[in-house]
C-alpha cells in the first residue's frame, strides 16, 4: 500500500459471534499493493455515515494465515447509541465499500514463540489475543498459553468452540472461561483476582501477561501482576481509548505559522498552540485529515512532514522509527515553525 495511508476495502462476510457481537470480513481492493498485518494489530476503517466520513479503530480478529489475500476480519460488539458499532451492526451489508488503513500496533506476540505466556481477555478485548492464538494454532507448532476469558455471562463468551477445538488439538493453547454471572458446562463462575490465577495458573507471576479489555480490567490484572511480584515489564496490554485529557503542549512560538499541504496545495494558518489537525480542519479549502482519538494514541492522522519543526507530544501512536523518517501525529503536533505536510 503506498501513497494515500487508506485504500478501498469491500466487505465480504459477515457473521454472529453471538447474540451482540458480529465479526466482518473484507478484501481490500488491490491486495498486490501490500496489504499484511501481523497477529495482534488493528486498522483504521473510514466509514461515511449520515453524509460525512468516521473513522474508528479495529483489532484485526483473524489470523494471517486464515484469510485469502488481501482480506482481514474484525469483530464488533454492538453498544447501544454508539454511533460506529449500530452502523455496522444495523446497516452495513455485504458488497459495501469502506476505506481502510495498514495495519500497525505493537501489541504482539514476543519473539521467542516457546516463552510461557498468560492471555488475560475482558469481553470483546479478546479479539487480539484470539488473533495471536489462531496464529500459532495455525502454524501447527507447540506453544505455551493460559487463555483466561472473563465476560459477564456465559451466553456473553466468545469464539467457544473454537477455543475448545484449539484445547483439544494438544499444542499448548489451554483456555478457561469464566461469567461474572452464572456458569454452565465449561464456562465457569468467577471473576479475575489473585486467588482464582493462583488456583487455575499456579506460576502465572512468573509468565509474561498480555491483556486486553476495558481499562478498569486491565488497570485491575497489572496491579494484581505487579503487587505479586511480577516484573512490570512482562506485562502487555492494548487498548484503544483516549486518554482523559489531550496532551499538553509548552508553546514557544507565539505567531502565526503557515502549514503547506504539498499536493494539495494549499497553505493554511495555525495560530499559536494548534495542533496541525485543527488548523487543517479550520481553514476554508474543505481538507479533512482522516483522524479517530485526536489523542496521540491511534495514528490515524500519520503524515509525513517535509519540512519545519513541531512538538509533538503524543500517547504512543507513532514509532521512533517513524519518527525519523520524518512522520508526525498531526492531532497532537503544534507547529513551532512554518512546516510543510506531505498531503
Not at 488493528?42 to 455515515?49: N, Q
Request: proline fraction near 6%.
Amino acid at each position: 500500500m503506498t501513497g494515500s495511508p487508506f485504500v478501498a476495502a469491500t466487505c465480504i462476510d459477515i457473521r454472529r459471534e453471538n447474540w451482540n457481537v458480529k465479526t466482518f470480513r473484507f478484501r481490500v481492493a488491490n491486495p498486490d499493493n501490500g496489504f499484511d498485518f501481523e497477529a495482534g494489530q488493528y486498522v483504521t476503517l473510514g466509514l461515511e455515515i449520515g453524509g460525512e466520513t468516521v473513522y474508528r479503530c479495529y483489532t484485526v480478529s483473524c489470523a494471517p494465515e486464515n484469510q485469502g489475500p488481501g482480506e482481514f476480519e474484525i469483530t464488533v460488539k454492538h453498544s447501544p447509541g454508539g454511533l460506529v458499532s449500530t452502523w455496522l451492526h444495523e446497516t452495513l451489508k455485504a458488497k459495501a465499500k469502506v476505506q481502510v488503513s495498514r495495519a500497525t500496533g505493537d501489541f504482539v506476540l514476543p519473539d521467542d514463540r516457546g516463552e510461557p505466556l498468560l492471555f488475560i481477555a475482558g469481553g470483546v478485548g479478546i479479539t487480539p489475543l484470539m488473533s495471536m492464538a489462531r496464529h500459532l494454532h495455525a502454524q501447527g507448532k507447540s506453544a505455551d498459553i493460559q487463555f483466561l476469558q472473563f465476560a459477564r455471562t456465559p451466553g456473553d463468551i466468545l469464539f467457544r468452540d473454537e477455543l475448545r477445538e484449539m484445547d483439544a488439538s494438544s499444542n499448548g493453547i489451554v483456555p478457561h472461561l469464566f461469567a461474572s454471572h452464572s456458569s454452565d458446562s465449561d464456562c465457569q463462575a468467577g471473576r479475575l483476582c489473585t486467588d482464582l490465577l493462583d488456583k487455575i495458573v499456579p506460576g502465572w507471576k512468573s509468565r509474561t501477561v498480555l491483556c486486553c479489555g476495558p481499562d478498569s480490567f486491565m488497570a485491575d490484572m497489572r496491579e494484581a501482576f505487579v503487587s505479586s511480584g511480577g516484573d512490570p515489564t512482562r506485562f502487555h496490554q492494548e487498548s484503544f481509548n483516549v486518554p482523559d485529557s489531550p496532551p499538553a503542549h509548552v508553546v514557544t512560538n507565539t505567531g502565526v505559522s503557515t502549514v503547506r499541504l504539498s499536493e494539495s496545495g494549499f497553505d493554511v494558518s495555525c495560530e499559536p498552540g494548534k495542533t496541525v489537525l485543527e488548523a487543517v480542519h479550520a481553514s476554508p479549502h474543505g481538507v479533512k485529515i482522516p483522524n479517530a482519538c485526536r489523542s496521540g494514541v491511534c495514528g490515524t492522522c500519520k503524515l509525513r512532514m517535509l519540512d519545519g519543526n513541531v512538538d509533538m507530544q503524543h500517547n504512543g501512536g507513532i514509532t521512533d522509527e517513524e519518527v525519523d523518517e520524518g512522520y508526525i501525529l498531526t492531532c497532537c503536533s503544534v507547529p513551532l515553525s512554518n512546516i510543510t505536510i506531505e498531503y
